[in-house]
Structures are given as structure tokens and as C-alpha cells.
């Protein structure tokens, strides 16, 4: 009887120690150097302060580890919360060691991954620049790096535009440097914490901005709408423009009513300007736009101004084997074809006549479908002959009138 007693004690001993280790709240914790943990400060004394974190033992926090930007120990009573860094769990003495100095900073790092992880933006305050780009400041004693490649162009090139070169590079030096104690919002692109390495990136967060804003635009986009952009880019066949994110190109065709010789002339990267929008597709892919929709077509007022057989004057363009071109006025150019340049055959037509030359020729065809003025220096030639005959001519009746005004006033003397 006496042995069912000791048993059924054993069983209930035994019951109570399994619900005991069950209970996760009372199991010992394992640290390890970096963990935050929370505990609870239970003795105060000279330079030191002890925290229970749980652990197999109780932690100290000495010396400098007591000294921190967020936090004065001094204010600290028995019985606080704290939340404490793991410097070692367990020091030459068998102690473990904690910080309060090294909280502040592990928990900015902490915050860094969830940041990098979550894609979120992080401020970042310009401290330093060199030639690779600039050094920022993230929080106490934590820094990072933004290459020069990651940072937006607007923001170093005047042009907007990347450039290379070695006087592109001072000048880009100089620019960096004067970014120094500016804040920047980035993203991180690189995060680790035992090399203590950060590499931030303004760009990820510029075009994501852009994108947003590019999709904002082709929602509410109709062809035909006008947009105010800005010059991205420059090529021999025309220039890009991104009006509110939407980055397209205006063909060369599409500049200006007038032959465009020289781009660069005319626009050069970051100018404002005001686009047409004349064609979208592959989902806002490839977007086209018109610069000279926008303006007064020339050749509307050129068929109501002038007509076949008009005499106007204008200034050779270009001479080209088959001819010359002449401007007659802004954005309206005709061509005189070789056999119209001379009555004598002409071989080559820049014997006839030279670029920037002032000539007066005769409209011979106006065709407003394929935008063409036909033109002839020789039938002005031909003009002036006849002009010189008829002048001859008159003379002739004038003086034969004369005579004959001179005989009848004789005859009437002599009566």
C-alpha cells in the first residue's frame, strides 16, 4: 500500500516537471553575439548595471558599454525593461556580457534589413565624396555608399545625361562635393553587416517615381493631346523627350516644318518643350511624338499667298547636282530643277549659282500634297529680254506719235 503512495507522488512529480519543460517560457535561452534581447535590470551599483535577459545567468553592462546617444544609464532604476545587445554570451569568467552603447546601432541595422527586404526608402545624409561617389551618414556610426553610377543624372550632369570624359570628370567632382550635408532618399541594394558594407542606390528609387509616373500618364493618354517635356537625348534621327515620365522620340520629320540640317542647332538636352502625341503602342513602349504639329504649317499660308507665275525672291540653301534649293521664307524651300537654272546647258549647277546666294526666280508648280514649290531662274532671264523688247518697242511709237503731233501742228500754222 505504502509503494502505491510513493508511486502515484513519483507521477505526479514527474507530471508536474514535463508541464514545467513544456512551458516554453521556462526554458533557458540560447545567445549568441548580435542578438537584442529584452530583460530586466535587477541590480545597480558602481559602473555597473545587471539585466536579466533569462539566460543561464544573469548579464553585466560595464564600462563603455554603458554609454549611449539614446539612452543615460544614470536614469536607470531597478526594475526598468531594457532591451540590451549580446556582446559575449559568456566571457572568460564564465559572465555574460551586455551593451547598451551597441543596442542603438544593432538596432539601426535591424531596421536596415527589414528596409532592404521590404524595399523601402531610407534618408541618407551626404558626409563625404570622392571619386567614386559619395559617403552617407544613416544613423550613429553607421555609413553607406552611393556610387556615382546609382546617383540620378539630373543631379551631377548638367545636361542631364551621363557623360564620360576627363573634364567631365572634374566638373562632376565638383558637383559631388557640393552635394556634401544634402539628403538623399535611396534604396539599398546591398546590405551586409559583418563587413560592415552598404551600398545605396538613388536610382532605383527615381525610376521607380518615373514608372509611376509614366503609368499615371498612358492611362489618361489620348493621340493628339500636347504635352510639356523635356529633352532627354539627342540623335542624328531626332530627339527624345519624356513628358511626365513617358520618355518618346521626335522623328526628324516631326521637328519642324522647315529641312533640319543640325539637331544641335535647334534643342539641346534638358531644353522645355511642348510635344504633340502622334502615336503610342506596344503598351506605351514606343511612343511617338511631333514638335512641328504644334506650329503653323507655312505651306497653309504659302497656297494663300502665292500662285503659279508669282516672281518672289529667296536665298540658295544647298546645291546639289540635280538643282538648287532655295528658301522663300520660314519653313517653305523650293527646288530649281538643273534644267530650269539656265538657257544654256548647265553641267554643273554650282556654276550657275553659289549657297547663301539672294536670287529672284518665278513659281512654276506649287504642289501642297507632296509640299513642293517648283522654281526657275532662267525664266527670269527670259523675262527681262522680253521686258528690254517692249521697252524698245514703245519707244518707237512714242516717237513716231511725236512726229506726227509735230506735222499736224505745222499744217494748222500755215492755215
Known amino acids: 500500500m505504502e509503494d502505491k503512495k510513493i508511486n502515484a507522488k513519483e507521477k505526479a512529480l514527474y507530471s508536474q516537471m514535463d508541464k514545467f519543460l513544456s512551458d516554453k517560457s521556462n526554458k533557458l535561452k540560447t545567445l549568441s553575439k548580435g542578438d537584442i534581447v529584452k530583460g530586466i535590470i535587477v541590480d545597480i551599483r558602481s559602473g555597473i548595471v545587471v539585466v536579466d535577459v533569462g539566460y543561464k545567468s544573469e548579464g553585466i ?8 546617444d539614446a539612452l543615460d544609464w544614470t536614469t536607470l532604476v531597478v526594475g526598468d ?21 551597441r543596442t542603438q546601432q544593432a538596432s539601426l541595422w535591424i531596421k536596415l534589413e527589414k528596409a532592404k527586404v521590404d524595399n523601402e526608402v531610407v534618408e541618407a545624409v551626404v558626409v563625404e565624396a570622392n571619386n567614386g561617389g559619395l559617403i552617407v551618414e544613416l544613423g550613429k556610426n ?4 552611393i556610387p556615382t553610377s546609382q546617383l540620378d543624372a539630373s543631379r551631377i550632369y548638367s545636361s542631364g545625361v551621363r557623360q564620360v570624359g576627363k573634364d567631365i570628370s572634374s566638373e562632376v567632382q565638383k558637383k559631388l562635393n557640393s552635394l556634401i550635408g544634402e539628403v538623399i532618399k535611396t534604396r539599398i541594394s546591398e546590405l551586409n553587416r559583418e563587413k560592415n558594407r552598404i ?5 532605383m528609387v527615381t525610376q521607380e517615381r518615373d514608372l509611376a509616373q ?9 493621340e493628339g493631346e500636347t504635352l510639356e517635356g523635356t529633352v532627354s537625348g539627342i540623335t542624328p534621327y531626332g530627339i527624345f523627350v519624356n513628358a511626365q515620365g513617358l520618355e518618346g522620340l521626335v522623328h526628324l520629320s516631326e521637328l519642324s ?3 533640319v540640317e543640325d539637331i544641335g542647332k535647334l534643342y539641346a538636352v534638358g531644353d522645355k518643350v511642348n510635344v504633340m502625341v502622334i502615336g503610342v503602342s506596344d503598351g506605351g513602349k514606343r511612343v511617338a511624338y511631333s ?9 497653309s499660308e504659302a497656297i494663300a499667298k502665292f500662285k503659279m507665275g508669282d516672281v518672289v525672291e529667296g536665298v540658295v540653301q544647298k546645291v546639289v547636282p540635280y538643282g538648287a534649293f532655295v528658301r522663300i521664307g520660314k519653313g517653305l524651300n523650293g527646288l530649281i530643277h538643273i534644267s530650269e537654272l539656265s538657257n544654256k546647258l548647265v553641267k554643273d549647277p554650282a556654276d550657275i549659282v553659289k549657297e547663301g ?12 500634297t507632296e509640299r513642293h514649290l517648283g522654281l526657275s531662274l532662267k525664266a527670269m532671264t527670259a523675262s527681262k529680254k522680253v521686258a528690254k523688247k517692249i521697252e524698245k518697242e514703245l519707244t518707237k511709237e512714242e516717237l513716231k506719235e511725236a512726229v506726227d503731233e509735230a506735222v499736224s501742228a505745222e499744217i494748222s500754222k500755215a492755215s
Open 61 to 68: 553592462v560595464a564600462g563603455r558599454e554603458l554609454k549611449s
Open 81 to 101: 525593461d531594457i532591451l540590451v545587445y549580446v556582446v559575449k554570451p559568456e566571457d572568460d569568467k564564465g559572465q555574460l556580457v551586455l551593451s547598451i552603447r
Open 142 to 145: 553607421v555609413r553607406g555608399f
Open 199 to 203: 551600398i545605396l542606390s538613388e536610382k
Open 214 to 222: 509614366r503609368d499615371e500618364t498612358l492611362k489618361k493618354l489620348k
Open 257 to 259: 516644318w522647315d529641312k
Open 291 to 299: 514638335v512641328k504639329r504644334l506650329q503653323n504649317d507655312p505651306w
Open 357 to 368: 546666294q539672294e536670287v529672284k526666280v518665278k513659281i512654276l508648280s506649287i504642289s501642297s
